[in-house]
């Protein structure tokens, strides 16, 4: 067999993976639709302005509703010090 | 014709192929290292943008404005009064005062983040009971003193085994006792996972929050294309408060996450050098081993042309293959395992951590964009070397 038919027969199984994950993809954005309907009711039930992702400071916890200023707010010269900080941005506003 | 041209690419393809083959201990590490780099990247973007479109659909339903006091830079308790400055401002439907802050619990080290509102006076509080995986949301304040609602890191972390009732500290540091009526379910984990909801009356008490003061104030308007003039006319009757329309909440989750934070940048940085330690061996020169295979292949009669195309094919292939194996891990690693990688510093010394159930959308614009960061600057890189090995003459290289 020559090389180039391997190849193809190796990037043709790359891509069926590929396929098999896209379909896996399908069926679970089918099941996020059935529940993005109640994190519509919970946001507007509770005025959330925020995703629980980050819980360790307020900065990153709520960050829509925080000054820009507040991981520097603790003491003069405070530096920002909690791990999510390097992958949170502050908000611009 | 087409036929024979068919046959010759073929051909090229099987010499390119052959020839990884033959250095593939080389062609393997090469491919090792740019799929980690591509899977880094693209795992980077998946996150970012699973998080910002989940931020986008969700927070599409937030509060229209919401009303802060501000006092030396900082945000303080604003007075309920405010809510009633604001009757005069037409277009105003509602103004729902809300006390919420963060509990520290000193023994699990735990945050806890307390809402305290009457959920009927909210849009769509009635139908909170529906969200909830079991128990039902406290009613009127009286009937409802001392029930909470709690998501279900809270549930895990208090560890109550059964029972339905915890206590809380105050400020003085007397117990304020509640009884769990109800818990969330695990499908909204992404926003209520660290939540203890109770009524106002409860949240002033355990806070100390005096009476006639409230932490925000949420003003729901009757026209929302209204919504900018009528924060703007909030702003003129209240100039010491920040007023919050949804519109910058939902701006904010755009922003906040992106190749400019710290974690970004190290991602795209080691990305760059990657590539340029990979571009400098690349350019800086071909082995003795590799002059002499260009000089052997023009002896027998290929051309420049035929040479340069092998070249580029090998980049193609390598770079190609790093593609598909880095993206496909990256997609694996970001549905399947929760994005494990990136988890200590996207929740750092968070001890409530939700399952984030991410899945990514995968637009042509941001495959275009790991392509743009790893697969072109890959072939631009190896062009120079491949012309340079294509221009070797062949006496030089086989010491004639």
New interface residues.
Partial sequence: M???L??AMF?CL??A??GA?LFD?LS??MA?YA??A?????????????????????Y??H???S?P?VPF?DHPGAIEH???????????? | MARHNLEKQ?SI??FA??SL?RHRMKSLSVLLVFAAVIFLLASFQMVTQA?SD??K???????EI?L?KMSA???ESIPLAYGEQLAGIFGIRRV?P?IWG?YFDEVRL??Y?V?G?E?NE????G??G??LAKGVMPGPADEAQGRVVV?QSIKKTMDLAGRTTFSLFRPDLSLKPFEISGE??P?????????I?MNVADARDLFGIPAGLVT?L?VYVANPKEIETIAKKISEALPSVRV?TRS??Q???Q????W?????S?CLLAALAAFVILAWDKASGLSPEERREIAILKVLGWETSDILAVRSRESV?VSG?AC??GM?AA??HV?YFDAAL?R???????????D??L?PRLAAGDILLILAFTVIPYLAATVIPAWRSATVPADSALGG
Avoid at chain 1, 82 to 93: D, M, Q
Wanted: hydrophobic share 45%; charged share 20%.
């Fill in positions: 020559r090389p180039a391997r190849f990037l790359l891509l993976l590929d994950l993809g679970r954005r996020e529940t993005l109640r994190l519509e009711v919970v946001t507007r039930g509770l005025g959330l302005t925020d995703l629980a992702v980050a819980t360790e400071a307020r990153t916890r960050p829509a509703v000054d200023v707010m909690f791990p999510t900080g390097a992958f949170w941005l502050p908000p611009s506003r | 073929l393809l099987d192929l052959s083959w998080l989940k931020a659909q969700v927070l599409a339903h937030t509060p919401t802060q830079g900082r945000q729902v809300r963060y735990a945050n983040t809402m509102l959920v909210m849009p769509e509080g139908r909170l529906a969200t998501g969330f379910s499908d909204t984990d992404i926003l209520t996972n660290d939540l909801v925000d949420c919050l910058q909440i701006k904010t989750y922003v906040v996450f992106g400019r934070s710290g974690f970004g190290i292939i293959l598909i194996v496909t997609y694996i549905v990136f200590p510093v996207l929740m750092g010394w968070s001890v409530l951590r939700p984030l159930h899945l």
